[in-house]
């Protein structure tokens, strides 16, 4: 597992997972608040993150065992074709510049509170708000807050077919994201 930090300054995340009794009737299996952390030894303000589920492939087994919770699943290599969903806190940028990656998914995203933008490697940026929603499609992006209070988000990510790109072929494969990829 790498050495994942918590950040208790972060607000926690509450996750609650439901599942099923021996006898087939709908339960609670977990109820519980998570610390973000931090994934990388990084800047005085780094991201945090926050696993809330990770399955170990797709189509998902809804009987999947609690492996599938723990804090070592950010680690992108492990179960490389399950899903992912996490809570992201992402600082104010103040003078940090945002980590451009490419991921080989499909990401769906929700803005919990506060702004952030969208980097897109040629420059293009969408600066987004509380209740946005964007649809990342395998491109090399990064994330930053131009505001004055953390930026909290809500990522789904699901495996996806390498890019190619149409006039040369080329396969445009993920890039190293620090503590998530390496």
Same mark, same amino acid.
Request: aromatic share 6%; net charge negative; glycine share 10%.
């Given at each position: 597992? &790498?050495?994942?930090?918590? /950040?208790?300054?972060?607000? =926690?995340? !509450? !996750?609650?997972?439901?599942?099923?009794d021996n006898?087939?009737?709908?339960n609670f299996?977990?109820?519980?608040?998570?610390?973000? *952390? &931090? *994934?990388? &030894?990084?800047?005085?303000?780094?991201?945090?993150?926050? /696993?809330?589920?990770? @399955?170990?492939?797709?189509?998902?087994?809804?009987?999947?065992?609690s492996d599938?919770?723990?804090?070592?699943?950010?680690? !992108?290599?492990?179960?490389? $074709?399950?899903?992912?969903?996490?809570?992201?806190?992402?600082?104010?940028?103040?003078?940090?510049?945002?980590?451009?990656? $490419?991921?080989?998914?499909?990401?769906?995203? *929700?803005?919990?509170?506060?702004?952030?933008?969208?980097?897109?490697?040629?420059? &293009?940026? $969408? @600066?987004?708000?509380?209740?946005?929603?964007?649809?990342? $499609?395998?491109?090399?992006?990064?994330?930053?807050? =131009?505001?004055?209070?953390?930026? !909290?988000?809500?990522? *789904?990510?699901?495996?996806?077919?390498?890019?190619?790109?149409?006039?040369?072929?080329?396969?445009?494969?993920?890039?190293? /994201? =620090?503590? /998530? @990829?390496?």
């Open positions: 597992m &790498a050495n994942y930090r918590p /950040l208790p300054h972060l607000s =926690p995340v !509450r !996750r609650v997972i439901t599942g099923h006898s087939g009737t709908a299996d977990l109820d519980e608040k998570l610390t973000p *952390v &931090a *994934v990388a &030894a990084s800047a005085d303000a780094p991201m945090g993150f926050t /696993l809330i589920h990770r @399955t170990t492939e797709f189509p998902v087994d809804n009987q999947g065992g599938e919770f723990g804090p070592e699943n950010l680690q !992108r290599s492990r179960f490389p $074709r399950g899903i992912v969903c996490e809570v992201v806190d992402v600082p104010p940028a103040g003078t940090s510049q945002p980590h451009f990656h $490419r991921n080989v998914s499909l990401d769906y995203g *929700v803005i919990m509170e506060g702004t952030l933008d969208l980097i897109l490697d040629g420059g &293009a940026k $969408r @600066t987004l708000h509380t209740g946005d929603v964007y649809v990342q $499609r395998g491109t090399i992006h990064g994330w930053s807050n =131009p505001g004055d209070k953390v930026c !909290r988000f809500m990522t *789904v990510i699901v495996p996806a077919q390498i890019v190619v790109v149409q006039s040369t072929g080329e396969a445009l494969g993920s890039t190293k /994201l =620090p503590g /998530l @990829t390496d």
